[in-house]
C-alpha cells in the first residue's frame, strides 16, 4: 500500500511540476507566437491587396452581404479583403478578394487546396481591375471551366460586398428571383409560374405567365404585374383601368390562339435544325429548332452530347416574335446561360439582317455560334414555307 | 554495466553505438525530416535538446521514482520537455516549427530518448547522463544530416537550399519521397556494416536492454522481436 | 455529403497517406514484428484499436477540456498519458475478463504506448480539424493502413529470408530497400481520392 502512494504521489508531483514549467514557459511564448500569426495572417491578406497596410477584422453581424462572404478585413487604406466560400471543382472552394476604396478587385486567389493545380492563379490574376460593370466580361480560363465560375461568382459577391460595406445599396436578390418574387405578390394563390410563349404580340403588354395550379395569368403591363383568373379576369385591384383592360385582352388573345402543325416532309429544303413547326391562326409561324452548341461539338470528356432546344414565333414577314430556350445541357455556368432569358430574350425582335447583333455568352463561343445559327435557320424556313427560297 | 570513461561515454553516440545506423532508433523522424539539411539540423537538435535535458533530469529523480511507473514519469518529463522545445520553435523559428510538423510533437514517442532513459539515465549519475545526451544528440543530427544531405542533393538537387550544378536541373524527385527515405537508410546501414566487417552489430545487445519497450512488455515478445531484428 | 467524405477519409488514409509506407510513422514495429503472419496480424488489430480508443478519448478531451481552459499546450503530455493508461487499462481488462484474446493480443499491447503511429493519428486529427466521427474514421483508416503494410510486408519478408544476401545487408537493410519498393508500389493510389 505505501508503495503504491509513493508511486502515485511521485507521478503526480512530477506531472504538477512539468505542467507548471509549461505553463510559465506558455505565458512567454504565446505573446509571440500571436504576435507571429498576426504577422502572418496579415502578410496573407496583403497578397490580395499589396498595398492594403494593416487589417481589422470587420463584425460582419451589422451588414447584410452576399451569403458567400465568411470574413471581411478592412485595410488601412479604405480597401477590404474577403474571404468567401463558393463552390468551384469542388464545392466549399475558398477565395479570398481584395477590392481597393473605389471598388475595384486589387486581386483574387484560392486558399482551399484541391483545385487543379495553376488555373486558379492565372484566374486570380485575371481579376485585378475588374469591377462591378465589367466582372462578367472576363475571360474564362481554358480547360478550367468550374473554377472560373466560381472566381467569378466570388469577385462579384466581393465588389457587391464592398459597396455595402460602403454604405451602399446593392440588390442581392437575382433577376430571375426578383420576378419570381413580384408574380407571387401579383397572384399569391399560384404555386409558381410558367411563362407563356408568345405566339403573336398584343399590343401594350411584355409578357404572360400562367400560374402552374391554373389559378390564373399574371400579365406584365409595362413596369405593372396585374393579375387575372384563368378566364381573364382582372383580380389585382391596385391596377390602372388601361392595365386592366390590356391584361383582358391580352389574356382573350392567348386563350383563342391555336396552332396547325405543318407537315414538313412536302418541303424538301427545309433545314435540319427545324424539327417541327405550326402555323397560327393570326398568320405566324412557330417553330421547334434544335442547336448544335458545345454539347453537340464540344470534346468528348466534357460535351453531353445534346442538342440545345430552342422554341420561336416568328411573323410571316420573318421578324422573331419570341424566342425561348426549351432545355440544353451546355457546360455548366457557361454555355448553360443560353437558358437565362437576358440570352435569348436578346432574339425577340429580330430580323435576318438584325439577328446577329447581339450579346455573345462570355465564355462559351460555341455555344453562342451554334444558337445563332439555329435562329438563322429559322428565317430560312419562314421563306420556304412561303415558297419563296 | 562495465565501467566506462567520459571520452568513451560521449564519443561512442557518435559512431561505436549511433543512435540511428548502430542501435536502429528513432527510425520514424530519421526517415521523415531527413528530406531537406535544413530540417535534418532543426529535428536533430531539437531531439538533441529533449535528449540532454531528459537525461539530466532522469538521472537526477533516479532514486525518487519508483520503479513500477518509471517509464510513465519517464514520459511525463520527455513530453514536458518536447512541449517546452515545440513552443520555443513555434515562437522563434515559425519556418522550422511548420516544416517539422507532426513529427516534433512525436520526439515524446521517439524511441532514442526514452531508451536513453531507460538504459542509461535511469541508472547512471547526472554528469555521465548529460554526456551520454551529448554524444547520442550529436550522433542522432550527423546521422540524420548525412541522410538528408544524399537525400537533398540527389531529390532536390540542393544542399541547405543552394542550389548543386547539374542536379539541380535533373532532380530524382523520389529521393524526397518515402521510397528513397527507406532505401538511403537501408544503404547507409549496409554501409555502415561493411565498414566495421558487422562487427557493431554483433556488439550491440539486442537483448531486453537495448529495446525501449523493455521497461513495460513481457520479456517473451521481446526478444523474439530482437530476435528477427537481428 | 458526409457518407463521401468518409470514403475520402478512410481511403485516403489507408493507401494514399499510409502511415508506414508513406509517412514512417509506427516504422519500428513495422520492421521489427512483420515477420510471422499470425504476429503481423496480432499487431496490426492490436494498433488499430488503440487508435481508436486513443482518438475517442483525446479528441473529446482536447475539444471540451484542453481547448476550453485554453490548456492546448498540454496536448503532447496529456495525450500521450492517455494513450499509455489507455493501454494499461486495456491490457488489465483483456487480462482478466477476455484470456483468450489477451493470449493473442495482449503482447503487443505494451509495444504500442511508444508507437509512434498512436500519438501521431491523434496529433493529426486535431490539426487536421476534422469532427468526431471524421476523426474516428481517419483513425481507423490508419490502423487498417498499419495492418494493411504489416500482412504485405510479412510476406515479402519470408520470401526474402530464404535467400542469399550479401553479409552486411542482411537483416534490417534488406528489409528497408524492400520497404521502399513497396512504399513507391504505394505510390500507384496517389490520385485515387479527390
Known sequence: MKKYIKSVVALTAICAVVAILLAAANSITKPIIDKNEAAAANEALLVVMPNGGDFTTVDLSAYELPASVNEVYAASNGGHVMKLTVNGFNPGMVIMCGVGADGTVTGATCLSSGETLGHEKVYGDKTVGATVDTVDSIDTVAGATKTTAAYKSAVKDALNAAIILGGGSVELRTEAEILADNLAAALPAADGFTSVFMIDTIEGVDSVYSANNGTGYVVCVGDSFVATDANGKVISEGASTEEKAAATSAVATLLSWELTAIDLSTYADMPSAITAAYSTSSGNYVFDVKASGYGISGDKYTASGEYIYIKVSVTADGKIITCETVSQKESDGFGSACADASFYTQFNGKTAETYKDIDAIAGATITTNGYTTAISRVFEAVNILKGEA | MKKQSNWSILFKGILLENPVFVLILGTCPTLATSTSVIGALGMGLAAAAVLICSNVIISLLRKVIPDEVRIPCYIVVIAGFVTLVEMFMHAFLPDMYDMLGVYLALITVNCIILGRAEMFAGKNTVGKSALDGIGMGIGFTLALLAMATIREVLGSGTFAGIPVPFLYDNPISVMKEAPGGMMVYGILIAVVNKLTNGKLIKKKSFGCEGCPSAGICSKGTCENTAKEEG | ?194
Open chain 3, 1 to 194: 455529403m458526409d457518407f463521401q467524405k468518409f470514403v475520402i477519409i478512410l481511403m485516403s488514409s489507408v493507401l494514399v497517406n499510409n502511415y508506414v509506407l508513406r509517412q514512417f510513422l509506427g516504422i519500428c514495429p513495422f520492421l521489427g514484428v512483420s515477420k510471422k503472419l499470425n504476429q503481423a496480424t496480432g499487431m496490426g488489430i492490436s494498433v488499430t484499436l488503440v487508435m481508436l480508443m486513443a482518438t475517442a478519448a483525446t479528441w473529446p478531451i482536447y475539444t471540451y477540456v484542453l481547448v476550453r481552459f485554453e490548456l492546448e499546450y498540454m496536448r503532447t503530455i496529456v495525450f500521450i498519458l492517455i494513450i499509455a493508461a489507455l493501454v494499461q487499462f486495456t491490457e488489465i481488462v483483456l487480462k482478466k475478463f477476455i484470456p483468450a484474446l489477451h493470449k493473442s493480443l495482449g503482447v503487443y499491447l505494451p509495444l504500442i504506448t511508444t508507437n509512434c503511429a498512436v500519438l501521431g493519428v491523434t496529433i493529426n486529427n486535431i490539426n487536421d480539424g476534422y469532427n468526431f466521427v471524421e476523426s474516428m474514421v481517419s483513425s481507423l483508416g490508419c490502423g487498417l493502413g498499419f495492418l494493411l503494410a504489416m500482412v504485405l510486408f510479412c510476406g515479402i519478408r519470408s520470401y526474402i529470408d530464404d535467400k542469399v544476401i550479401p553479409e552486411s545487408l542482411r537483416g534490417l537493410p534488406v528489409t528497408l530497400i524492400a520497404a521502399s519498393f513497396v512504399s513507391l508500389a504505394f505510390f500507384g493510389f496517389n490520385g485515387i481520392v479527390g
